[in-house]
């Protein structure tokens, strides 16, 4: 049985459709001003919209700056973001094209042209090539349909990736309160500073960077701070070499110790992760190596995770910058219940982590065989037969 968007094509265009330039078909208009980056505010009336990643980029109030209510296709002319929008709203800085169109539908040209258009990933000017991307123009009633097809797509891909994420969220939510109780202890534990359980506290160190025999074939992993983030280390991005290790304040961190990052980009500083690895660490991580006869690494790695914001804070006040220190994490004190209990939470922990870790792999890949699936199914309904290339 036929689909209603096949009937329409063989009646309506069986020998083809005429493809024209992108340009030969719209208006590009100008907005009657522009919002400055300081003044586009959080919250406001009208939305403001820009060449950036994120649709909205911000809000303003002034209506002075507003283009009317219509349908227009935004270009961004150095960032290739193609955006379709219905609505009011006022243009933020330069670099978009604002497209309109009256002889044709708006979005299913909005449709061809994030079809048809192939970016180039270069921050240049790119509407000189832009404007000459060919559109199929079928008759209005086919141009309909289409884009009723790909709205409803579209609305059921965003609905898939909501229940994804939502399911993410929630599962981790329940994740770290359950982590949260089994880590919560009161006076029926010994609470001991990490010093005490601890065979070392010590920094890390950066070999000279410009000397290229401590680093140009190195075979020992070198971690970064910002590699904390990873929270289980097996491997590093990069390595030095002996005489790197043993000419500069660098050390070789054996593997199962806890590494804490004392200063950081962002929100790095308090994070902690277990190294599965020997290594060495720079100067802006602290490493905890444990005494397994005192202490399940694991277990300190657990704990000092529900910690990441008492680190934060206790660090607030160390310098105008604020950091943390060897001292600071050496007269830390943690519980510690027996060995036995202690292997009992990380096993019931690491399951829980590998559950939230393989729903974390999985979702970004479901994401993406649904974008895929979706943009096959376009230009599929996209590959018009050509009835000629010139008006």
């Given at each position: ?17 005429e ?13 009657p ?29 002034d209506t ?7 349908n ?31 002889d044709?539908h ?24 832009a ?63 990490i010093?005490e359980?601890?065979?070392?506290v ?65 929100k ?48 607030s ?20 219940p027996?060995?036995?209990e ?27 065989i ?22």
């Amino acid at each position: 049985m036929k689909s209603k968007l096949e009937e329409l094509i063989e009646k309506l265009c069986p020998n083809g459709v005429e493809y024209r330039e992108l340009e030969k078909i719209i208006t590009i208009i100008s907005p009657p001003k522009k919002i400055l980056s300081k003044n586009i505010t959080l919250q406001g009336k009208y939305p403001v919209i820009d060449q950036g990643a994120d649709y909205i980029s911000g809000y303003t109030d002034d209506t002075e700056a507003l283009l009317p209510d219509n349908n227009y296709i935004i270009f961004g002319d150095h960032t290739e973001t193609i955006k379709y929008v219905d609505f009011k709203f006022a243009q933020g800085a330069d670099g978009i094209k604002i497209l309109v169109t009256k002889d044709f539908h708006c979005k299913y040209l909005y449709y061809c042209f994030t079809n048809f258009y192939e970016p180039t990933g270069k921050y240049t000017r790119h509407w000189s090539k832009a404007k000459t991307t060919l559109i199929p123009l079928p008759p209005l009633e086919i141009q309909e349909e289409i884009v009723r097809i790909l709205d409803k797509f579209t609305e059921l891909t965003t609905e898939l990736t909501t229940e994804l994420t939502t399911e993410l969220t929630l599962r981790k939510q329940q994740y770290e309160h359950y982590r949260d109780e089994l880590l919560t202890f009161g006076d029926e534990v010994e609470w001991k500073k990490i010093k005490e359980i601890a065979l070392k506290v010590t920094s890390g160190g950066t070999p000279k960077t410009e000397k290229i025999e401590y680093w140009e074939n190195g075979t020992i992993p070198w971690m970064s701070s910002g590699e904390v983030n990873l929270e289980t280390i097996f491997k590093t991005e990069k390595y030095i070499t002996e005489l790197g290790l043993n000419n500069s304040s660098a050390k070789l961190i054996p593997k199962n110790s806890i590494v804490i990052a004392l200063a950081g980009q962002g929100k790095t500083r308090g994070k902690v992760a277990r190294i599965r690895i020997d290594l060495s660490t720079n100067q802006s991580l602290a490493a905890i190596i444990v005494d397994e006869n005192k202490i399940n690494s694991d277990y300190i790695f657990y704990f000092l995770k529900t910690q990441y914001q008492t680190l934060r804070q206790i660090s607030s006040g160390n310098g105008t910058r604020g950091g943390l220190n060897l001292q600071m994490i050496a007269n830390y004190s943690i519980p510690v219940p027996s060995l036995e209990e202690q292997k009992r939470i990380v096993e019931i922990l690491d399951r829980f982590d590998k559950y939230i870790n393989d729903i974390k792999e999985g979702l970004p890949a479901e994401i993406e065989i649904r974008q895929k699936q979706y943009e096959h199914y376009r230009k599929e309904l996209l590959d018009f037969k050509k009835l000629n290339m010139e008006r």
